[in-house]
């Protein structure tokens, strides 16, 4: 069985934690777009960590955690992440990673930093973890893919082709040091040595464990207001954060997923630059800011203050669309009990007419939402486990939200720890 936890809305819904949770169940866990960019933040019984590459698999010993193909791999922090985690006394994970993984390059990362600087006020927000420029380099064809760093001669002649190139951007365009084709080279030999004991075909490893009926996770990073076609261009990400690209970025057939997990937050939250209909500023969105998440929403992966807002049904129907989520996990509710009323964004005022669909970033720039408000539970929500022992308020505000969004909300967490969740 294979099943997918994926995003909702733009991220930081929380997605880690019900991994966490569900992973428990899975024998494998596979990431499959993304990098170091973004961050889980999960708490267990070894303590709170921030895991930005590593699958969220990593503390069970049940499990095996792959970096699937999709993933944009960033070798000696991959090896970092293991020896921070290992350091705090989690067992060795075991980790696999896809031979048709490509590899981050350090210029990748510096080319990231570069390009912000040029771009001054007018930048993406990126993380600078090098994702845009590795992405381009993938489908640009001169991107380097783990398994060609097990043929010697090939990779040295490759290294000074795309070095040559490099240099010339590097030269002209950016002012700022050349890349050493011999230094590169060495690099990438260092990074051979680390990855090899891990690397496998991980897609033949995955047709066999669903042989086998094994429980598969595939696990999404950042949300679908992300995804490079379907989310808010250009202010999105470079590889599509959908469950359906599950499929292409572990290298299973697309019909094996069976289940597609959303992850919706109780309110909105985003970071970086970008259209946010329904955002909220000054004092409103400091005390939200403060009180959110886990010790306030703070990005896992920059530090950065999130943006705040109230729930998107609008944004969100559309999320749960685009991913084909069969379920919703709803989260960080316990985080509202202290507000009065909660708007609820259910529709955008678009040039003077309202509609329920999420339109194109030209047209969503000029969205204005439109509230329903609905009253609040003021009350301490954490610690309950039944679903009728919820304030009636709040089961109203739950039930309010699944009508608007039109998939079942399964799982409803209340805070930050793995068994802080009711069972609907
Ligand atoms: P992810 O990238 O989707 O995994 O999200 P993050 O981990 O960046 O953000 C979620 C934050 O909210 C983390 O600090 C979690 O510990 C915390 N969190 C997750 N679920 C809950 C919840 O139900 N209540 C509270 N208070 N915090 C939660």
């Known amino acids: 069985m294979v099943k997918a936890i994926v995003g909702a809305n733009w991220g930081d819904e929380g997605k880690g934690k019900i991994t966490d949770m569900l992973g428990q169940e899975s024998d494998i866990i596979v990431r499959f777009q993304g990098g170091s960019n973004a961050g889980h933040t999960i708490i267990n ?71 912000e600087e040029r771009l001054g006020g007018k930048s993406f927000g990126s993380t600078k973890s090098g994702i845009a420029p590795f992405y381009s380099d993938k489908y640009a064809k001169i991107g380097f893919q783990v398994s060609e760093l097990f043929d010697d001669e090939a990779l040295r002649e490759k290294v000074e082709r795309v070095c040559e190139m490099k240099n010339i951007i590097l030269e002209h365009m950016y002012h700022k040091p050349l890349i050493n084709p011999d ?33 598969i996770l595939l696990e999404g990073q950042l949300g679908a207001l992300k995804d490079p076609d379907f989310g808010i261009y250009p202010m999105v990400t470079s590889s599509s954060t959908l469950a359906s690209y599950g499929a292409i970025g572990a290298g299973i057939p697309a019909y094996e997923i069976k289940n597609i997990i959303a992850v919706a937050k109780a309110y909105s939250s985003a970071v970086g630059a970008g259209e946010f209909v329904s955002e909220i500023f000054g004092e409103e969105a400091d005390e ?25 049904a609008v944004a969100t129907r559309y999320g749960c669309r ?60 954490r610690g309950i486990t039944k679903y009728e022992e919820l304030p009636e308020n709040c ?30």
């Open 288 to 312: 939200l800011r403060r009180r959110g998440g886990d010790g306030g929403e703070y990005g896992a992966t920059t530090g950065r203050p999130r943006r705040m807002g109230w729930f998107d």
């Open 183 to 215: 230094e590169l080279f060495n690099l990438l030999i260092d990074y051979k040595k680390m990855v090899e004991p891990y690397v496998c075909d991980v897609a033949a490893y995955l047709h066999q464990a669903i042989k086998e009926g094994k429980n």
């Open 45 to 115: 019984k070894y303590g709170k960590f921030a895991l930005h590459l590593l699958p969220s698999g990593v503390f069970y010993d049940h499990t095996t955690s792959i970096i699937g193909n999709g993933v944009a791999l960033n070798i000696p922090y991959l090896f970092k992440e293991v020896q921070s985690i290992v350091d705090r006394g989690v067992p060795m994970p075991k980790i696999l990673v896809s031979d048709r993984a490509q590899i981050m390059m350090p210029y990748h990362i510096l080319f990231d930093q570069y390009e």
């Open 395 to 424: 089961r109203k505000y739950i039930e309010f939200i699944e009508k608007e969004i039109e998939v079942p909300i399964t799982l409803v967490s209340n805070g930050p720890g793995r068994d802080e969740i009711i069972k609907r």
């Open 322 to 381: 685009m991913q084909g989520a069969t379920e919703v996990a709803l989260t960080v509710l316990d985080v509202l009990g202290y507000l009065d009323e909660l708007p609820v964004c259910v529709g955008y005022e678009i040039n003077g007419v309202v509609t329920k669909d999420f339109p194109t970033t030209v047209k969503l720039a000029k969205a204005k939402p439109v509230y329903e408000v609905l009253p609040g539970w003021k009350q301490e929500i």
